[in-house]
Every structure is written in structure tokens, then in C-alpha cells.
């Protein structure tokens, strides 16, 4: 390499050769023997290493003949809720809430324990390959903290409910710290920003109502919990007389972008209105699973024309923060679920996983793929390991035999923040230790076990 003149239009930050590289665009180019250069934050080739022989960069990286493709788009999480992880386990969504996560984050949570939260599963989403994440919870300045850091990109979204939050009094100080976000961070390379309604059946219509008008006044996404449990679509219903989902179309909440999460309980009207309304759902599976919830019905929301992103949710219920595992069992479910494994194909699995949450998101001009022009967000994967070989097809290998920790180099921005498994940026031992030591903390307030 470094074969030609230095010249400023020859002349690259970053250079990744030697890999197969899944572009994942509409046609779903491949180049074995792939070259990607990044100049800044930004793609400037990505295609075959004979097409573009000379080349000067500052670093190159030898990706080994792995796999190269864009980093996973985690589309939903409650980042700091990793300093719950293993808290009341085994339990129905309601009483796990109400019995010991509420009570624990009454307790437990600060601005300095949402830094150290939010940094350790930002930690764990770098390792697996996650470049991008959806968060909703409190002192989010706190969560843009610990992104800033470590270089993992984040949409906020300060949690909003009924009660009073951790940082928050009531939902009106929630939607003005809303507007102070935007403000803070609207020109930020790494961060973006929604806005969270806890659910339909935490935030009354008002609160509903107004913050579907303040999502749109600043043109940024409307999101919240829908239909998560069969009992929310009792007690909704008995409250107000209709699903959650008509809830809110008749309050207006859908009627700019919006993201629904979860949806596992939804009658036909229910999707005819998220289908109206262009509403992205985004499917929480493994979560689901563990607190048995219910199954979104993936393969008719698709039919019926809906975008289907895949989030993780929170540690302290799905129990971890990997999205290629949540991808990995979103394929298998729905199979199960239906007799049939040609319901969601290998392929249909990684495209909720990247770009149809930055579709439902609003960011796949810059997200999703690996296209000329993009930003330069993607993975480098091991696949020397016996569980890789042989290798017919990257796309089935990723979905059924990839592991988290195949991931070997994750780079956000055009910025190398792991490299052949080591974090670049922050002190990974510090922040396992210190949130070790909040666990024992927690462990001596045996109520919320
Ligand atoms: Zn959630």
C-alpha cells in the first residue's frame, strides 16, 4: 500500500483493506477483497481493493479477510439500567416495576449512577458490534457524558411520566428539559434527540397530547412503550374505553415521527391505525421473553407495510445489551411462533437490525449501509473461529452462528474505538469496578432483590 503520491484527493484518515465487505444497500453489494477508506467521519470508497489500488492513509487496518458491514442500530434501551442487572428476576412486567425497580431507582438513581450505567452498557453495545443506541431514562446529559467518551453514538430522550422523576418534578420540568437538550445538542456530531412518553398507561392525555405536540415543534421523534402486556390492554381499555394504540391516534401523538415499542398486543385496528400513521415499531424480543410479555407480531406488521426496527431495552430486563443476540432470536421466534422458517429470512433479521431502525428513525441518509458519502459507522467480525467455517453465506453465519464476541473492531464517526478487542477510548476496568462496587451497595437493600 501507500503505493502513490501523496496527494490530498489520494490521501485518507483511515484505511480497512483486506475484508469482505456487506455494504447491506438496497441491492446488497458485496466486495470480498474489500477496501473501505474514510477521510473525517465520512465514507469515501467502499469497494474492491484491486479498483483502487493507490491510496495514502494515515492508519490502516488489516481486517484479516473478515467480515466488515455497518455497526448494529440498537432502536430502544434504558442504558443506565445496567446498574439494575439481576434485580427481581422471574417476575411478571407489573410487579417487577412496581415491587423493585421502582423502588430501586427511587433510591439509586443519580446523575453520577446514570454516567456509570450508561458508560458500562455503552461499554458492552461497543463490544458487540452496536454503534448507535435509542435511549430513554433520566439525567441524559449525563448519558451524552459517557457517549462523548467512550465515541458511541446516541439518540436521548428524558423519560417522561406522570410522577415525579429522579430528575425531574413533573412532566412539564421533563418537556422544558426537553427543549434544553435540544438546544445543547442539535449540532452535536454524536448525538440526536427524542422524546419519550413512558407509556399510555403512566402518562395521562394531557402529558400524551402535549408531548406529541412538542415532538413536533422540534421535529424529533415521539416514542413510548405500547401494548406491552395483555393487563395495560385490560386496564387501558377499562380506563378510556379504547386499545392504547387508538389512544393515541386520537390524542395526535402519532401524527409527526413516531416510534412505538413492543406492540405485542394489538387487534387488526390497532395495526391499520400504526400502519395509517407510519408509526415504526420496534420489537423488544428478548425482553419479552424473560418477563413474558408477549410476542410482537412481526410478520403481519410487516406485511401490512409497517417498519419493524429491533431494540434491546434496559439490562435489568432483557439481561444484557446485545442486539445481535436480540436479532438472532427475532429470527428463530417467529419461525417457531409459525410453523414456517421462511417467515423472516436471515437477511429480513439484519435489516431490523441496522437500517430499518435508522429508517424508522429518520437517519438513513447517513446510517444503515455502507455507501460512498455515509458516515463511517462499522464493525470488523472475526470469522477464523471453528463456529464460522465453513462460510457459505455471511448473512446466515451472522444470524444463526455469529457470537457477541466476534466482534473484533468497532469504529463510530471514522473514530477506532475498539480495535482487535481492546477499548481505545475510556478506561474499561475503572468503570466494571466501580459499578461492581454500586452492586454490592445495592445488595445490602435485600427489598429490591
Ligand atoms: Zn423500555
Known amino acids: 500500500m501507500n503505493k502513490g503520491p501523496v496527494n490530498l484527493n489520494n490521501r485518507y484518515d483511515l484505511a480497512i483493506r483486506n475484508g469482505y465487505v456487506l455494504t447491506l444497500d438496497k441491492n446488497w453489494t458485496e466486495f470480498p477483497n474489500g477496501l473501505i477508506l474514510i477521510r473525517g467521519k465520512q465514507l469515501e470508497y467502499v469497494g474492491l481493493e484491486m479498483d483502487h489500488k493507490v491510496y495514502q492513509a494515515d492508519r490502516i487496518i488489516d481486517a484479516k479477510g473478515g467480515i466488515i458491514m455497518p455497526t448494529f442500530f440498537n432502536g430502544h434501551t434504558h442504558a443506565a439500567m445496567s446498574i439494575f442487572r439481576g434485580i427481581g428476576n422471574d417476575l411478571p412486567l407489573d410487579s417487577w416495576l412496581k415491587d423493585h425497580i421502582w423502588p430501586a431507582e427511587a433510591k439509586y438513581v443519580s446523575a453520577e449512577n ?61 418537556l422544558e428539559y426537553t427543549e434544553h437538550l435540544y438546544n445543547l445538542y442539535q449540532n452535536h456530531p454524536l448525538v440526536s434527540l427524542s422524546l419519550p412518553a413512558h407509556s399510555p398507561y403512566t402518562c395521562s392525555p394531557e402529558v400524551l397530547k402535549a408531548i406529541g405536540e412538542l415532538s413536533r415543534k422540534l421535529n424529533i421523534p415521539a416514542t413510548i ?23 393515541l391516534a386520537d390524542l395526535g401523538f402519532f401524527q409527526g415521527r413516531s416510534v412505538a415499542y413492543h406492540c405485542n ?113 462499522l464493525m470488523i467480525i472475526n470469522t477464523d473461529q471453528a463456529h464460522w467455517q465453513p462460510l457459505y453465506n455471511p448473512y446466515s453465519s451472522i444470524v444463526y452462528s455469529m457470537q457477541a464476541g466476534d466482534v473484533s473492531s468497532t469504529i463510530v464517526n471514522g473514530k477506532i474505538i475498539m480495535e482487535n478487542h481492546k477499548i481505545l477510548t475510556v478506561d474499561e476496568d475503572k468503570f466494571r469496578n466501580k459499578i461492581s462496587e454500586l452492586g454490592k451497595k445495592i445488595r445490602n437493600s435485600p427489598s429490591y432483590l
Open 114 to 174: 446514570v454516567y456509570l450505567g450508561s458508560m458500562v452498557s455503552a461499554l458492552e453495545m461497543i463490544r458487540c458490534g452496536t454503534g448507535i443506541f435509542v435511549d430513554m431514562y433520566f439525567f441524559q446529559e449525563q448519558v451524552v457524558r459517557a457517549c462523548e467518551e467512550l465515541g458511541i453514538r446516541v439518540m436521548v430522550g428524558e423519560g417522561i411520566l406522570d410522577f415525579p422523576t429522579p430528575n425531574k418534578k413533573s412532566p412539564s420540568k421533563g
Open 265 to 377: 398486543h394489538l387487534s387488526d385496528e390497532d395495526i391499520s391505525l400504526l400502519n395509517e400513521y407510519q408509526v415504526g415499531v420496534v420489537t423488544i424480543t428478548k425482553s419479552n421473553m424473560k418477563l413474558g410479555s408477549g410476542v410482537c407480531p412481526v410478520p403481519k406488521l410487516q406485511n401490512s407495510g409497517i417498519l419493524i426496527g429491533i431494540g434491546t431495552d434496559g439490562a435489568a430486563s432483557n439481561n444484557n445489551q446485545c442486539l445481535l443476540l436480540d436479532m438472532q432470536l427475532t429470527a428463530r421466534l417467529h419461525k417457531m411462533q409459525h410453523f414456517d422458517p421462511t417467515i423472516i429470512t436471515a437477511k429480513q433479521a439484519i435489516r431490523m437490525a441496522i437500517l430499518n431502525n435508522a429508517r424508522i428513525y429518520g437517519l438513513d441518509d447517513c446510517l444503515g449501509t455502507l455507501e460512498t458519502g455515509k458516515l463511517a459507522d
Open 225 to 247: 412503550h405500547l401494548a406491552e402486556t395483555a393487563t395495560e390492554d385490560v386496564e387501558v381499555k377499562e380506563k378510556y374505553g379504547k386499545s392504547s394504540t387508538k389512544l
